[in-house]
């Protein structure tokens, strides 16, 4: 990078706007570019998996040997990034140069592919993330070190017995889950939080249209699961066992946990809700007066009326919700084991396992309705059932996943006996994974079966990616 700056950057600087012209076109001056895009390229991802060693080094204790030998692989691989991206460049046109005017590297592209836009897109969000990546790293090992100091004084006998109930999860492992559930739930949250901001830039058309109140709630609801997942699930993958038995029996440990129990009942509700209303449009009426807005807002008060009454009920039987890091997973405990409590976990246990056959059968009729629907509706009418018909479809998708995520959930013992003790952990990713997606696969179903929202999010990204290409000019590397 020195050799850029030293060869390029500072003659330029120095020299008039005519007299290195011949210059700034010899291969020289493109070797030294290029020497700069190596560097460059080499250090950011070199940066990265340093962290990612050091990650690994707080969290997981190695030989000397071990970490030499992984030091050298992260550099060998840093380089080869390095020196690809420079050929990547090459074959898509793209070529760095200095402006003398604005004193700064600029990126600009000549004779580009098809694909050279989404290529400088990768690069610049690349150079975005990997400082945030990077920060959040550094805090989670900072906590790690925190933790360390504060769990110190526990005996060594008694740490040897928590040792005792480590699963054969490895650190490494904890990481990668850790860093999984991470993505899935920051990605979680932006399609929600984009959801809402399509909900208030498009409120003209979206508050005629009750029905959607729906969907409002359930982004709240979903919400609600992602905070057990941010502040609880997450942080307890990456640690240690030892390192946060205090926090586990904290109360905000409590608070976050059963805001999952919370949003979860509310959800189910909410979805058992809109089916009704679908079965209500399509069954039950035979004039197309579908917009029954206190009909709405009457089942979504219920909705979370009975989250509410789960939620009090199973604190006040001592039913809470854990988190397994063994098997990364979510469990129900029972502290107080009486008829009642056992009771309220079956009713539960088989609310769920019977909604979703209830809510399939249901959307095999309103299909069935709307298909037949289309021999008798006026041509004044057929309009908006054409748009009851896509909401329908919008909750037949949400419906079918939340089929799979329950299935998943509840066929644990099925999943035991196929996969073993061993395994059951890696089948215990996947179930969380679909519970993740769960929470954000409403906002996807609105985006893919409302014309409205989708064009609103297509424009905003077509507006992100100009300004993004725009900003490569004159970013400086």
Known sequence: MNSAQFFVVIPLTYAGMD?????SSSSFYKIFMELDS????????????????????????????????RVYIFTLISWIYGITIMV???IFGVIKSYDRKSFCFVVDTVNPLPNTESFLI???TLSRLTPVIMLLAYIACFVKLKFSKLSSS???????????????????????????YLILNITSVAINISAIITFVQKNEYFKDKPFFIYNHNLIIANFLMSIAQIFAIIPLTYANLTQLVEYEN???????????????????????SFTLDRLITFVGCKSIQVYEKTRIIIMVIISWIYGLFMLISTLFYGIYKRYDRSNYTLIVVTTRITSFSRGL?????????VLPVFLFISCIICFIKARMMNKFNSRVLSTKWKFEKRILFQGIAFVMFYEVEALLFYQRQLALHLFGEKNIRFYFIVTNCAVICFTCFNSITLYIFNEVSRNHLFKF????NVSTVISIVTIPH
């Open 250 to 272: 904290s109360i905000f440990y409590v608070i976050f946990m059963e805001c999952d129990t919370l949003g979860y009942n509310c959800s189910i509700f909410l979805i058992l």
């Open 345 to 353: 976990v079956e009713y539960e246990e088989m609310a769920s396992k």
């Open 122 to 124: 990768y690069t610049q």
């Open 154 to 180: 526990i005996d060594g006998n008694n740490k040897d017995m928590i040792r005792t109930k480590i699963s054969s999860s490895t650190m490494v492992e904890r990481i990668l889950v850790g860093t999984l």
């Open 461 to 464: 990204l077509e507006n992100r």
């Open 38 to 69: 190596i560097g460059y390229n080499c250090s950011i991802f070199l940066t990265l998996l340093l962290t990612v060693d050091r990650l690994i080094k707080v969290f997981q204790d190695n030989h000397n040997d071990i970490e030499r030998r």
């Open 19 to 23: 007299s290195l012209t011949d210059y």
């Open 88 to 90: 990547l460049n090459n």
